[in-house]
């Protein structure tokens, strides 16, 4: 998805960082790992201690040394390298796995030019104001991403 320019806010709870905050793409993405309410299901966000279904282990998910940029490292190695196992969003998986550089590409292909148009357009606000958060590149072409800020205890 080089190129694109995701907005996404992160929602954190009273008691972070001992429970993970939420994340959801405010700009359109289609991704198996984030559902089509734009909410990113990855392990890292995941309540900590144990899965109840098996899939991950206590440590692969959330705990409390992992940081904003942890985050962010994460959902851009899932934006990379989608987990197809576990996927938020089945018809994006179901193409992702079968149609990957057809059908998938092409609504990819959408989504980061619709995000380009809007990227400035407006800045995501709240009552906490606007924060804009650009990592070093992961990967060449990495997107940097819009957060909006919520009760951030850094």
Known sequence: MGGGVFKAHLTFPKDYPLRPPKMKFITDIWHPNVDKNGDVCISILHEPGEDKYGYEKP???????????TIMISVISMLADPNGDSPANVDAAK???EDR???FKRKVARCVRKSQETAFESPIENQHGTVSCTLPPCRQASPPFVLAQTDWLL
Not at 59 to 69: F, N
Request: without cysteine; negative net charge; glycine residues 6%.
């Open 95 to 97: 193409e992702w796995r």
């Open 101 to 103: 550089h057809g059908a």
């Open 59 to 69: 440590e692969e998910r959330w705990l409390p040394i992992h940081t904003v940029e």
